[in-house]
Each structure stands twice: as C-alpha cells, then as structure tokens.
C-alpha cells in the first residue's frame, strides 16, 4: 500500500502546483510551470564566473573538449552494450531482477541509490553537468541567456538554455564539444570519486588477520556447541592454514558426518567439534566471509561501479578488520564519496544513450547528419537525420523503460 500513497502524494503536489502557476503564485515568485511536470527557477547570476573561467582556461579547455568528444563515443558504445544486456536479462533470465523498495531508493535503470546519499550525489552530479555545458558554450563563444534549477517529476535538475542563434551559426565540432562536456565532467567527477574511496579504505582499515570471518554461528549446531562465536577469524582446520572459504570447505569435504576436526582461529585458540550432517554432507553450522577476500576486491579500484560495493562496505565496521581512525566517520565519508562517484559514473554514461534530446542524442544527430552530408545521396539530410534518430531514440526508450515496467508488473 505504500507505494499508492507515494503515487497519491506525487499527483496531489503537482496538481497543486499547477494551479499555483495557473492563479500567478509562481510567476511572483520567480518560478515558473514550463510543463505539468517542469518546475522551473531562472537566473543570470554565475554568468559573470562561467565568462571568467572560459577565458581564463580556454586553451586547455578547447584541447579537453577533444577529449571529451572522444569520451562521450566511448559512452555511447559502452551505454548500448550496457541496455542490451539488461533486455537479454529481462528476456532470459527474469529472476536476477531484484525488486526494490521505492520508497527507500532512487530508481535509475539498472541501479538504486539510498535516498540522502543518492539525493545529494544526484544534486551535484547535475549542477556540474549543466555548469559545463555553460562553460564550453561560453568557450566555443556561444552566448548563454540564463541558467537555472528545476524539479521534473521527482528529480532535481539544473539547466543552462544557450542562445539558439550562437548555436545555430557554430560549427559541427564546436556543437560536440558543448553537449560531450556534460557528460564527461561526470565522468570525470566519478573517477575522482572512486579515487578518494580507495584511498580512504586501503588506507584506513586493514585486516586484523588472514583467513575467513564468522558472520553467524547457528543454535544448537556443532559449532555452536563447540563454543565458537560470531566475530572470530578461523585460521586454520587440522593445523592446516586457510585464508579463504574455498579452502575451509575443501578440507571440510574431506571428512565425513560423524568426524571430530579442530578450529584454529586468531584470537581465541583452538575448538574441538564433531561434525554434524545436513542432506547427507559434513556441517559446522556457521556462515563465513573472507576477510582477505574480501578486503582485495575494496582495494581494486574498478569494482567501485558495482552498486554491491555500496551494500558491503559497512563490513568492514566489525572486528575483522582494524580501523586507524573512528570507522563510522571514514565509512560515512567513503560510502558518501562511492555513491557520487557511482550515480556520476552512471549519470555520464546513460546521459550519452542515443536518444534526443538527451547530450547522447544531440552527439549521435551531429554524426548523422554529418555521415548524410558526406554521402550526397540524400536530399533533405536534416529531415533523413530526425527520422533515424527518432527511430533509434524509441527503440532505446523502450529498452530503458523495460526493467522498470517489469519491477511494477511483478
């Protein structure tokens, strides 16, 4: 039922708004109703910084904006491999969906944000974006006419609306340059993320030794009656060393219901237990982690686009690992800074799907167009171009919107 209420509240807030705008309250206020669901606050304030910044920096901002081009191709490949695969798992194999509870998440195909580091990451993620755009049209002198903050939906948003004129006489590439800069900051933005999470972490906690972690210790279960608890590090089985649970459940497999085998672990001695039996197999009773494994995976700096990151960070607040300074202030830090690197990562990456007017469409029309005009075939390229784009933006649409129309459905 919580999700009808969510639903009524969203239809009750802009039904109210609407007729605010419709009575002049929002006009006086300074904001404006562009749409039912565009509520708009224009500015010319930061103009004047957007203007400084593009002539102070503009040599080594024209050579980025190259690069930023070639980024924004790289995503436009990389975001069409990433939808096609989430239509094959749709298709194919609709059990690894994972339903997610609204109301605790922000929705963004294929990932869920929790709601105030999700919140915050997304504000800055799309003031940056747009900051740039301002930047590199101010560069590539296009005029800017105002600047500003939205809410579509529900989402935060903040636009810069260029003058159609400036756009109208630049060149192609000075075009590219201007919608590739958003999404590249992003990414940039991302990267830098990620950055100070892996520092935070290999720097900051460290495994208090090898081997794999009790999690849970089952009642009554011959580990339970041996005396082992939750929290301690097993280290070996037998005398023989082990450091991940592949190896634990490999010497495991080798004895039979019934066997008497001894626990080393790292801080509490050695435990003597009989091994129990479930359907037929040895068993302890106990669920493990790998301590070492675990922490290799956080020191590797591309496992942080993965949302699962996110969700076992807070492992590393337990005994099986030492933190140098308070670890609930360095986790807060770390998972704050691993959702802002994620959500931007993503944000660049599916900002730059082929599908207009998104800064992926607008680079993808340019190509066309451009691709068109070379052939000398076509007579009207401009009209060729909106029809190929608009058929490639509906397709991508439809794949976009497919996951979350399936979590609804189900």
Known sequence: MEIYYLILAFFAFWIILNILNYKGYLERLGFSLDSA?????????????????????????????????????????????????????????????????????????????????????????????EFSHAIYARVENIGVESVGFGLLAVLPLAFVEPKIEDIKQSTRIQKLKMFSSGPASNI?????????????????FTPVSPG?????????????????????????????TIETHQEFQDIINQHNPGDTITIQT?????????????????????????????????????????????????????????????????????????????????????NMMPIFPLDGGRVFWEIIESLLEKQNTIKNTKKATKWIVGTISIIFIAIYLAPIIYLLMI
């Open 212 to 240: 794999i972690g009790v999690v849970e210790v089952q009642e009554n279960s011959p580990a339970y009656q041996a005396g082992i608890q939750e929290d301690m590090i097993i280290t070996g089985v037998n005398n023989q």
């Open 37 to 129: 669901l565009f509520l708009a606050w224009r500015t010319e304030k930061g103009k004047q910084l957007m203007d400084y910044i593009a002539k102070r920096w503009r040599k080594p901002l024209k050579k980025l904006g190259t690069l930023n081009i070639i980024l924004s191709l790289a995503a436009i490949l990389i975001v069409t491999i990433f939808l096609a695969f989430q239509l094959f798992i749709i298709v194919l194999g609709p059990d690894l969906v994972t339903d997610v509870a609204i109301s605790e998440a922000i929705l963004l195909p294929g990932l869920a944000l929790p709601i105030i580091f999700g919140l915050i990451a997304l504000i800055v993620a799309v003031v940056i974006h």
């Open 266 to 350: 790292a801080q509490n001695g050695e435990y003597t237990l009989q091994l129990g039996q479930q359907d037929g197999e040895p068993h302890m009773g106990i669920q493990l982690i790998d301590v070492y494994g675990l922490y290799s995976v956080f020191s590797n700096p591309i496992a942080y686009i993965t949302p699962q990151m996110g969700m076992t960070m807070p492992t590393l607040d337990t005994p099986f690992y030492d933190a140098q300074i308070n670890p609930d202030i360095a986790l807060t830090i770390a998972q704050g800074a691993f959702w802002m690197g994620l959500l931007n990562f993503w944000l660049g990456i599916l």
């Open 188 to 204: 940039y933005l991302a990267a830098i993320s990620i950055i100070i999470v892996f520092l935070i972490i290999t720097t900051t």
